[in-house]
């Protein structure tokens, strides 16, 4: 596995959407749960949301209902689709590769 590759981020209003991708190359991709965290200023990282290897879900509170996170693994591609975003939402948002590997990160501002 190498370091993954995020993108998507951006500058929203409130109530607008979002859709973050990362790229994680590596013949194991398929079988390795992939997660998304992120970093508001000041504060420390965050859990936002996983993908099982099998496809499942989970996330945080703050996210739930607002945020899927989805996998591709023929594109070796992690999605995170964000709606309804608030400007508490605001942070760098880092993929990892089974919690060991992580990105560069992504900037999403969300603006009020």
């Known amino acids: 596995q190498v370091q993954p590759v995020e993108s998507g981020g951006g500058l929203v209003q409130a109530g607008g959407s979002l859709r973050l991708s990362c790229a994680a190359s590596g013949k194991s991709f398929s079988t390795i749960a992939m997660a998304w965290y992120r970093q508001a200023p000041g504060k420390p990282r965050e859990f936002v949301a996983a993908?099982?290897?099998?496809?499942?879900?989970n996330y945080a509170d703050s996210v739930k209902g607002r945020f899927t996170i989805s996998r591709d693994n023929a594109k070796n591609t992690v999605y995170l689709q964000m709606n309804s975003l608030k400007p508490e939402d605001t942070g760098v948002y880092y993929c990892?590769?089974?919690?060991?590997?992580w990105g560069q990160g992504t900037q999403v501002t969300v603006s009020s």
């Open positions: 990892t590769v089974g919690g060991s590997l």
């Open positions: 993908v099982s290897s099998g496809g499942l879900g």
